[in-house]
Every structure is written in structure tokens, then in C-alpha cells.
Nanobody, 125 residues
Framework: QVKLVESGGGSVQPGGSLRLSCKTS????????VNWFRQAPGKEREGVAA???????WYVDSVKGRFIIDRDNAERTVYLQMNDLKPEDTAMYYC???????????????????WGQGTQVTVSS
């Protein structure tokens, strides 16, 4: 059974940091891209960060220089280090497994077959 479980969200002040984790099970993570999305109230879900099987990374412009995605295949976990957080980063953050065959930076929802339940990140003073 494929599972993705996010953790690490919380409430922080602007300028703070959080490290999100996406623990996976039920499949061989070495063979899949697992990427991060977020969805703020009233907004569409957007891709935030992607990491390829070889470790290449991609970020949406609004988080470049502040967020870092990495993966530990031995731990079956993908991480999202979020630094210098801003109020506009407030959202529910999701990780999702991308189906094999789609480009690793493809954030179309149809490319993803399994999602975590999400972890809430709130940035406010």
C-alpha cells in the first residue's frame, strides 16, 4: 500500500524556518519523483519544489533562495527546508508521488497518483 505522510508543519513568525518531511512507504522511492505542493485558502494548489531521481532541483520563483528540497532514499523520505518564511508562504503543504513517464518538473495534478494528507504551515507575527 502506497503511503506518503507529511510532518513538520507549524506556526512561525516571519523570518523563521521549518523543515517538512514526507515519509513514504509501499513503493521503491528510488524509482519515483516525490515533489512538494502547497495550497492556500481560496487558491489553487501549486507546485513548490521538485527533485529528480539524480538530485536535480527546481523551485517556483517565489521560494527560490529560501527553500531547499532534498531526499534520502535510505530513509524513504523527501524533505523541504523552508527558511526566511513569509506570510505568503502560509498554506497546507502536500507531498505527492509523480507517476513514471512524466517529466520530473511536471506539476500538472494528473501526473501524480498518490498524495499525503498535508501539513499546515502558518507564518504570522
Amino acid at each position: 500500500q502506497v503511503k506518503l505522510v507529511e510532518s513538520g508543519g507549524g506556526s512561525v513568525q516571519p523570518g523563521g524556518s521549518l523543515r517538512l518531511s514526507c515519509k513514504t512507504s509501499g513503493f521503491t522511492i528510488d524509482n519515483y519523483s516525490v515533489n512538494w505542493f502547497r495550497q492556500a485558502p481560496g487558491k489553487e494548489r501549486e507546485g513548490v519544489a521538485a527533485i529528480s531521481l539524480t538530485g536535480s532541483t527546481w523551485y517556483v520563483d517565489s521560494v527560490k533562495g529560501r527553500f531547499i528540497i532534498d531526499r534520502d532514499n535510505a530513509e524513504r523520505t523527501v524533505y523541504l527546508q523552508m527558511n526566511d518564511l513569509k506570510p505568503e508562504d502560509t498554506a497546507m503543504y502536500y507531498c505527492a508521488r509523480k507517476e513514471i513517464g512524466w517529466p520530473w518538473t511536471d506539476f500538472r495534478l494528473a501526473a501524480y497518483d498518490h498524495w499525503g494528507q498535508g501539513t499546515q504551515v502558518t507564518v504570522s507575527s
